[in-house]
DNA sequence: AAATAAATTTAGGCAAATCTAAATTTATTT
DNA sequence: AAATAAATTTAGATTTGCCTAAATTTATTT
């Protein structure tokens, strides 16, 4: 696997994300992204169309080919696993990791990110939920699970709720929960199953045990 | 704290390690050692003056002010802790760490390196014996022990011969042991209380209890 | 102390990554 | 289907970090 500049793999990595959405990414989204002007775009566009990173077509937007989704995994993999290491190991806590991991992320010695993937006992997914790409660059779709089973301090988003009734679509309303509206269970009690859940990281709310087992996150998005 | 390009960093860095030798660093010594042009040398000179980070008059060298060891020392703190995590956590082997440091200690997040530091356990020299600077930047000044108390499998440099006959100097000479020589304990006999070591990463000798009490090594250089 | 050699700096150029402003292409309106 | 607006690309500058080649300064010889 060849190296690639930071500043490249900023561009790749934003692609990747922002393809998960449409298909197609256009020269105004990626700036906006990266917080750049158009013009800087379409300079990297052309270079990383001539690593064959990109198909590219002047005026047509972008998306990775086969070999710039595997940089993006790469690239992807490493964050995540920093992010692993620093919320488990270092102590740091999930809102504080993302920022840490854009810089150590671009440190790309395989033989130095395979083995921390060992030392940290191959975790499947990052303190946000996201899921972890293997050595391989494989990544494991995003599984729904329950809301209930999802661990403590993890944020998560919602993907859907199984009870469609006007009743429960009111009372999700009011509690401000939303399809891909981000959650994080602080709490659990046995008593009467309930749990104490923050959205979008407003202060903590409680649901209650009937409402819970309607609602599933991703797990792994 | 400010910021500081990779590139200069590694001006920073070099400058500090020469400097220990002689006092003033050449244009001609920094470009050897960066493995770049005097041109390029006399270029950084001139921006890392204008920062204040060291004195420099044109064809009379250089060295780095109060602020500038200030940076280096920092530089060399991630290096160091990065090379302990990568033995002690990852089980790299001595010699493959120095290169991956190379690329992380460029990561300058005081609370990550702290963190570590303290994940580490506040380790007090690297894997090569060099001393770590603390979070203020304070290093230990080299200790100086004999060889024979130095552990096994640590990399030192000798120090110092304490006995001056001219039968102990051939027999170094013939050993190829100098002031500076980089030596490694590989295994200690207690029958005898003769020791093997490896000389300039050279297949291990063999040298007696009389040799190796005259020879004394930084510990901690 | 001149002459020569070595070290260092200056001058000018190049590639990467960014920008602004102008030109071009595509999309949307009337 | 023109006209206008929006998006995108091109052209030309700028900064950083590096280079080569020429000029300058310092050190060493004869």
Redesign the interface.
């Known amino acids: 696997m060849l190296n690639y500049t930071t500043s490249e793999e900023n561009y790749i990595k934003a692609i990747y994300h922002l393809q998960k959405v449409d298909g197609m990414v256009t020269t105004n989204e990626l700036a906006a992204e990266l917080q750049s002007k158009p013009a800087s775009i379409t300079d990297m566009m052309k270079k990383l169309k001539a690593k064959k990173l990109l198909n590219y077509q002047p005026y047509q937007g972008f998306r990775l080919t086969a070999d710039g989704t595997k940089v993006a995994l790469g690239i992807i993999r490493r964050h995540r696993l920093w992010e692993f290491f620093?919320a488990e190991?270092?102590?740091?806590t999930w809102d504080?990791v993302h920022?840490?991991a854009e810089?150590?992320e671009h440190?790309s010695?395989k033989?130095?990110i395979d083995?921390?993937d060992e030392?940290l006992g191959f975790p499947r997914v990052d303190p946000h939920g996201d899921p972890i790409p293997d050595a391989n660059g494989k990544i494991e779709i995003s599984k729904k699970i329950c809301i209930t089973e999802l661990p403590v301090n993890t944020i998560s988003t919602v993907a859907s709720v199984s009870d469609h009734s006007s009743e429960i679509l009111e009372l999700l309303e009011h509690k401000k929960i939303a399809i891909g509206t981000k959650v994080e269970v602080k709490k659990k009690f046995e008593f009467d199953n309930s749990m104490e859940i923050k959205i979008n990281r407003q202060p903590a709310i409680t649901i209650s045990e009937q409402l819970a087992k309607n609602i599933f996150v991703n797990y792994g998005s």
């Open positions: 620093l190991k270092l102590k740091f504080e920022e840490v810089d150590l440190v010695n033989k130095l083995k921390l030392y």
